[in-house]
């Protein structure tokens, strides 16, 4: 595997559900993010890790729960969504800490539905 | 608050036409100004980027224009061809540590042979 992978690319829940998002990056970068997209509204940052501490947590809902065990590794763990949460919930990752903007590298995304 | 204005939504090109996507950022700190290409099923990938001590820069067939004074920023993609068809995110974003980056609504483009 190359890249950013994002695992599963499809998932229904119910509101009552608890699942998790899987991302794994290959390129040994130290800074992960979780995005929100949504139609018709630009890339909503949700959560930031650099070097497995979380960095930024973008006033996101407690239902979003996210874990970052080593840096290539992310999860967002999702528990009692509600059907607004439906969107594609994409992975990044880029280099660390430097003077220069470093590329943002992302996965495929996870298409979550809510119902 | 909308700091990265983006347009238009969707464009129709015909093959071999110029398209031209517009943004408008608010935030002055900004000093990186990527612009992101999304095919469907894909995540966004880099396509070109600028720094705000350059008017312009062009690689291969995509050029931004960038006006520092106006806080404008725009991508032109010429000889536009139906391979292009896809959604583009301006975004900018401040340097140093980890990139947080500011993105554009996005405008789905469609180029018709």
């Known amino acids: 595997e190359t890249g950013v992978t994002q695992t599963p690319r499809h998932l229904v829940m119910g509101m009552t559900n608890k699942k998790s998002l899987k991302c794994e990056q290959h390129l040994g970068h130290n800074a992960m993010y979780w995005y929100k997209q949504s139609a018709k509204k630009p890339l909503e940052l949700m959560f930031v890790?650099?070097?497995?501490?979380?960095?930024e947590n973008n006033s996101v809902p407690s239902r979003f729960s996210p874990e970052c065990p080593n840096s290539s590794h992310l999860f967002l763990h999702l528990h009692t969504l509600q059907p607004e949460d439906s969107a594609l919930y994409l992975c990044a990752s880029s280099q660390d800490w430097g003077t220069a903007p470093y590329e943002q590298y992302f996965g495929p995304g996870t298409r979550l539905t809510v119902t | 608050q909308q700091q990265v204005k983006q347009s238009p939504q969707s464009l129709i090109v015909q093959k071999g036409g110029i398209s031209i996507i517009n943004c408008a950022y608010e935030?002055?700190?900004?000093?990186?100004f990527p612009w992101y290409q999304q095919f469907p099923g894909k995540g966004p990938a880099l396509l070109i980027a600028?720094?705000?001590?350059?008017s312009e820069k062009k690689e291969g067939r995509f050029t931004i224009s960038f006006n520092k004074s106006a806080k404008q920023f725009s991508l032109h993609i010429m000889d536009s061809q139906p391979g292009d068809s896809a959604t583009y995110f301006c975004a900018a974003s401040r340097s140093g540590g980890y990139q947080k980056v500011t993105f554009g609504i996005g405008t789905k483009l469609q180029v018709i042979p």
């Open positions: 890790y650099n070097f497995k501490e979380q960095t």
């Open positions: 935030n002055t700190a900004f000093d990186y």
């Open positions: 600028i720094r705000p001590d350059v």
